[in-house]
């Protein structure tokens, strides 16, 4: 089929081999070759494993050997094949089970997404995503109101697994364009006093969380300030002005066990060229030690 389905899934279980435990995690993609890799991890370091795949019909459908790596780690890779059993795979590593995956062929999975009703949608998602592509995380997690992708996919008619791909992510890319023009107005119409909550409700929409310092700050104020009557253009020049005064606010509460990382990863932020900034000083630590407590120009850094 022309088509691409992928599948993220994760699987754990502890595995005996004697005495010595193999930890076996299954990352795997199927794409229109029925290509899976399998990776784990193994308690026996630099030794081989024999991995074998069983059917949903009892049958084996794949024997190999592993080799585990210096940390453990061993990758497979190896074909399912087109005309694949729909049901639940075995993984069995040093003759233990493993962990299993499922695997739904493509008619099944058109049926039941051309069957989902509104209210049904979500669990369809969780049963069959993996085999689309789609999963309730991502774009789809920041919608504050999720019935219109819902009511998208509801109305159905798909004949091809691509269709259903392509039609969430439009109604996702919709309906979050939608929210983030109205958090936007917000924003740029907010007063001071309002900012902190209208921040908070909107953290996901305007993809704040995306700046992990921003999220650690323990005085959010200073940026703030530098969000009101700023009359921002879109989201992308909003995120600028979060991204640089975090940067800013973030080196004023550095501590001398953070402020080398600050600096490091706020760099582009605060315009700051390292290379440059350490040349001819001998001791970094001085430099961070007048930065500490200070709060930067954003245009100086």
Same mark, same amino acid.
């Given at each position: ?138 774009? +789809? !997690?920041? =919608?504050? #109101?999720?019935?219109? @992708?819902? *009511? ?5 008619? &798909?004949?091809? %697994? ?51 310092? +921003? !999220?650690? =700050?323990? #005085?959010?104020?200073? @940026?703030? *300030? ?5 009359? &921002?253009?879109? %989201? ?54 007048? =930065? ?6 954003? *245009?100086?850094?």
């Amino acid at each position: 089929m022309g088509m691409k389905k992928r599948i993220l899934a994760l699987v754990s279980a502890m595995v005996l081999l004697g005495s010595t435990p193999v930890w076996a995690e299954i990352d795997y993609e199927i794409d229109v070759n029925q290509h899976i890799t399998i990776r784990g991890m193994s308690g026996r370091l630099g030794e081989q494993l024999p991995l074998v795949v069983v059917g949903p019909d009892g049958q084996i459908v794949e024997i190999s050997q592993v080799t585990s790596g210096a940390d453990g780690a061993f990758t497979h890779d190896y074909t399912i094949g087109a005309d694949a059993k729909q049901g639940e795979y075995r993984v069995m590593v040093g003759g233990e089970l493993a962990g299993t995956f499922t695997y739904h062929d493509p008619d099944t999975v058109i049926a039941a997404f051309n069957d989902a009703e509104v209210e049904t949608v979500e669990e369809i998602i969780r049963t069959y995503g993996y085999a689309v592509g789609v999963a309730l995380t991502g774009d +789809y !997690a920041r =919608l504050k #109101d999720t019935l219109s @992708v819902k *009511e998208a996919i509801a109305a159905g008619g &798909f004949s091809e %697994v691509a269709h259903i791909k392509n039609r969430f992510d439009e109604a996702v890319a919709e309906q979050l364009t939608s929210e983030q023009t109205a958090a936007l107005a917000a924003v740029n119409a907010a007063a001071l006093a309002d900012m902190p909550d209208l921040l908070t409700e909107n953290h996901l929409t305007l993809r704040l969380d995306e700046n992990t310092y +921003y !999220a650690g =700050l323990s #005085d959010k104020s200073y @940026v703030y *300030e530098r969000l009101v009557g700023k009359n &921002f253009a879109d %989201v992308e020049a909003l995120r600028a002005e979060v991204d640089k005064a975090a940067a800013v606010q973030a080196v004023y509460e550095s501590t001398e066990a953070t402020i080398a990382d600050v600096l490091t990863d706020n760099a582009a932020f605060l315009g700051i060229d390292l290379a440059a900034y350490y040349t001819g000083v001998e001791n970094p630590a001085v430099v961070h030690n007048a =930065l500490m407590g200070e709060r930067l120009a954003d *245009e100086e850094a």
